[in-house]
């Protein structure tokens, strides 16, 4: 069975917005970053978080042609990322992933909005192809530093184009203490992925260092606040080793456990000796999935 592709209309029909950015750096820091003008004293976090619907709208991220310099010259002019946000603002260099160094200048873009979920389009598309010019130009030239406003021709544009997501996002102490006291004790900030089915989520696979050779099996609508979660109770934090996209994660996730019941470690743990690459295997047999298993 082939594994139905992820596409943006399958996650949202809520394009509200676009950003303009240098390089896909949601690895390094997963944040939406502004410039702050000299004469400028406000950040512009508090104009976007009063615009921007974070429960449901997405912003599409492109590297715009004018870029100086771009780290990524293959995709200067294409649109690159799908994202949405938590409503948590701060200083950029706070929520930086403290193993990962940045390739921008922190110092220029010092003002941030925390990222709840990212996409990478699998196939960038060159943003001025696929939108009439009156609208390009208005995107494109109109929305420095700033949130631009597409339109429903951009929607229109992506909604068929498949994108892949981005886990593991999170390692600042900023962005997981927020996790672990606003969002993980409170369900309604668990926004489900696929708005579409309403049981869509993940099925992970973490790990422990203390414990090698098991890997504990279970499903989250979003796997790092699940970690976050589950950190507080053991002596190291988990890693998530892999995640796969479900329709129904829940269903697939009893299943995922009836399949490996030979290798549970405990009848009442969700505990299984296996191997990451026996989870992936296993969870290519599981119908429903959303997420493509290579």
Known sequence: MTAAPITVGTITDHIS??????????????????????????????????????????????IPLSTPEPRQPDLVGKLVSLVSIYPKEGRTRDFINPDKTPDWDVERWPDAIMMREVFWFSDPPVLKDILPASSFKAISSDARNRLGEPGPELYEAIKDMEVEPVLDLYRSRTALEYLRTAVEPNPAMQVVANRRTGKAGYVYALSLP?????????????????VCGLSTA????????????????????????????????????????????VFRATAATIPGRVTAIA
Do not use: N
């Open 17 to 62: 917005w676009t950003d303009q950015i240098y390089g896909r750096g949601s690895r390094e820091a997963p944040i939406v970053t502004f410039a702050r003008p000299e004469r400028q004293t406000d950040s512009y976090t508090k104009t976007a978080l009063k615009k921007v619907d974070w429960k449901r709208d997405y912003i599409v991220q492109y």
């Open 210 to 226: 203390e414990y090698p050779g098991v890997l504990k099996i279970g499903s989250a609508f979003d796997p790092s606040v699940r």
């Open 234 to 277: 053991v002596p190291s934090d988990f890693t998530i080793e892999d995640a796969i996209l479900f329709d129904d994660c829940r269903s697939a996730e009893l299943e995922m456990h009836r399949r490996l019941a030979a290798v549970r470690h405990r009848a009442d743990r969700e505990w299984f000796r296996c191997t990451q690459a």
